[in-house]
């Protein structure tokens, strides 16, 4: 039995990204009979990760973001003694705290592992960056193994941090998926009669998902198809901007921002198009539960890797005129060619596969 120890900021199993990663991972090495410790930063609970083993062991920190600081030191000084087999992080922040923690004895782990979640330094710029990048030189030289979502953003991170390869193995496997969970979500029925047909979106409300664009594009679409709807899916800090540019192009009627929920699935498979519109991302996964629904599925080039994906409607970032284009390249054809091919790239995706692939790169590793 192998003992494993996840860092990552909150216990929500349903936000996607990095908690789905990290959640579906602990899932698959709980089920393979191994005792897997999670810490959050975060205090608040969501309870998604309550019931899950009972070889889980869930930790929170507690207090505001300066007092959790000195919880989580106080965390690890409590079982500095525990040697854990793997550690896995996927956050520069987590990733730069359990390294630091391990230089300086406090964690003791065979292989730690960590995931980049985007692409630094074509994210981020002034203040910010120069924050992350001491916290790569902080805590990533006690890093075994660094985990890259595409080749587009491992060569960034590399041109910026070519030290990094002094230090660990710096390798590139994709984001994994868990179809076994799909399927059951997949199951529920829901009422949105009210709004069909429609067009769907998911994510944050911030400035890198590209909602303002995809609602620029929607409005021109509406004057071809009146009878169209669109649903975006999810909540955050533009809520109050996107409402406002909805009003101003006076479709207020026809684009609901739909606030969060808890299973993305039923809504994925009744929409007439799912919509990725993101500037810039690390991979979307939103994307794979898309296609997991979908055979009409449109995507910006928002990450390496997506213009390879089969069967997408692929468009330039930052453009609303293009991704109008795409929208109705998709809606006037019949895609269900296109189911082949999302099943063949999501079972490349299945999460074994993604723990075979974190084995064999350790191998590589030790080996050269």
């Known amino acids: 039995m192998k003992k494993i120890l996840i860092f990552l900021h909150r216990d929500d199993s349903h936000a996607g990204g990095a908690e789905e990663i990290m959640y579906n991972l602990s899932r698959f090495w709980l089920e393979h009979g191994n005792q897997v410790d999670v810490l959050f930063f975060s205090p608040v609970r969501y309870g998604g990760w309550d019931s899950l083993n009972p070889n889980l062991c869930l930790y929170y920190a507690r207090g505001g973001k300066f ?5 989580l030191l106080y965390w690890f ?9 793997y550690s896995f992080t996927s956050l520069v922040f987590h990733t730069s705290w359990l390294g630091i923690m391990r230089r300086i004895g406090l964690l003791k782990v065979k292989k730690m592992l960590a995931r ?6 074509n994210r981020f710029s002034g203040l910010k960056l120069m924050r ?3 916290l790569y030189y902080l805590g990533y030289p006690a890093v075994n193994l660094l985990i890259c979502q595409t080749d587009f953003m491992k060569d960034s991170l590399l041109s910026h941090q070519s030290w990094l390869m002094n230090y660990m193995k710096v390798c590139v496997i994709p984001n994994p998926i868990s179809i076994e969970k799909i399927r059951k979500l997949e199951q529920e029925q829901i009422d949105i009669c009210n709004y069909s047909p429609y067009i769907v979106a998911a994510g944050r409300y911030i400035p890198e998902k590209g909602f303002d664009l995809l609602i620029k594009a929607f409005s021109e679409f509406r004057k071809i198809y009146p009878h169209f709807h669109l649903l975006i899916l999810g909540d955050g800090t533009e809520r109050i901007k996107l409402q406002q540019l909805v009003e101003n192009l006076q479709i207020k009627d026809f684009v609901h921002l739909y606030g ?5 699935y039923p809504y994925f498979r009744q929409a007439e198009i799912c919509v990725v519109s993101s500037r810039i991302e690390g991979f979307p996964n939103v994307l794979l539960q898309m296609m997991s629904q979908n055979n009409n599925v449109v995507s910006t080039c928002c990450a390496g890797g997506i213009e390879n994906i089969k069967g997408l409607y692929v468009c330039e970032t930052n ?3 293009a991704i109008l284009n795409s929208i109705l390249d998709c809606y006037k054809n019949d895609n269900k060619e296109c189911r082949n091919f999302f099943n063949e790239e999501l079972a490349k995706r299945d999460i074994g596969s993604f723990v075979n692939n974190i084995k064999l790169a350790l191998l590589e590793g030790q080996n050269n």
């Open 116 to 121: 980049e979640s985007t692409s630094i330094f």
């Open 132 to 134: 992350m990048r001491l």
């Open 67 to 71: 007092t959790r600081m000195f919880h």
């Open 319 to 321: 453009d609303e005129k």
């Open 77 to 85: 000084i409590v079982h500095r003694n525990i040697m854990y087999d």
């Open 260 to 264: 969060f929920v808890d299973n993305v």
